[in-house]
């Protein structure tokens, strides 16, 4: 009866207010599940906004919903729920490919902090299509604490790849990501969008095409053979773009 008591009080919400948005809570409510989804806009997958943390819940979480109906927000420095501390860049690629917002307070940062979030809002305003109607994918590797997601275009005419090193990686070799989905007889241009904190200090021996203009090829080898990625320190991360190569890098 409470149920279905709630169903008609957000029925009548709805019918009064057509453009009011609605955000069904993991912790709240209890509830992440298809039914209250025909009621409400999105979830809130978790109270904890521990960047490492929401990995591991959203990769969970897109086994059976997709990112578009994901609240994913960016928090401050410091989790109040793990008292873990984690740079900017880190906590934006956590948050870059579900229903982004900021929970934080903006006037507490610092300016380069302020500069990392403005500009991962841009680059998720700018691939929100992609990510929320193209076809999604989780991304595993060899590695246990790599975890990250992709998105390929409904055109298959571009990819969006976030990875995140979320504790030491298995091993000093970076691995390899196969993605596939895309044009297999398309030439793509695979450039690195965007690098948190540190993932150039830990590549300072390392020179790997994705930096700068990056690299031209195409569709079967990106599935079969994949990408290179660069190595990677505990708790940061990168973001892949897949482009068609006759455009600008």
């Known amino acids: 009866r409470q149920t279905q008591a709630l169903y008609a009080l957000l029925d009548r919400l709805l019918a009064a207010f057509p453009k009011l948005e609605i955000e069904s809570c993991a912790s709240g409510g209890g509830r992440v599940d298809y ?9 809130w ?14 990769t969970g979480f897109s086994y059976f919903l997709p990112p578009e109906v994901m609240g994913a927000h960016i928090g401050p420095q410091w989790s109040h729920t793990s008292g873990r501390g984690l740079h900017a860049g880190f906590r934006v690629l ?4 579900g229903h982004m917002g900021v929970e934080a307070d903006l006037r ?9 979030i403005r500009d991962a809002i ?3 305003k700018a691939d929100r299509e992609i990510w929320h109607t193209g076809l999604f994918s989780r991304i595993r590797t060899i590695d246990p604490q790599l975890l990250g997601a992709a998105a390929i275009s409904a055109d298959r005419k571009r990819g969006r ?3 995140t090193q979320l504790d030491r990686p298995r091993s000093t070799v970076p691995p390899r990501v196969t993605i ?47 990408i290179t990625l660069p190595a990677l320190y505990a708790q ?3 973001a892949i773009a897949i482009n068609p190569a006759g455009e600008a890098a």
């Open 35 to 43: 039914g209250i989804l025909q009621r409400t806009h999105r979830f």
């Open 45 to 58: 997958t978790s109270d904890s906004n521990d960047a490492v943390e929401r990995m591991k819940i959203q």
């Open 94 to 97: 956590a948050a870059s490919y």
């Open 108 to 116: 507490k940062m610092p300016d380069s902090e302020r500069e990392t």
């Open 122 to 124: 841009a680059r998720y």
């Open 161 to 163: 790849l976030v990875l």
């Open 180 to 226: 596939g989905g895309l044009d297999p007889n398309m030439q793509y241009r695979v450039t690195m969008q965007f690098a948190s904190e540190m993932v150039r200090k830990a590549n300072r021996t390392h020179d790997n095409p994705l930096w700068g203009e990056g690299y031209v090829v195409d569709g079967s080898t990106l599935a079969i053979v994949g």
């Open 236 to 238: 940061t991360g990168l």
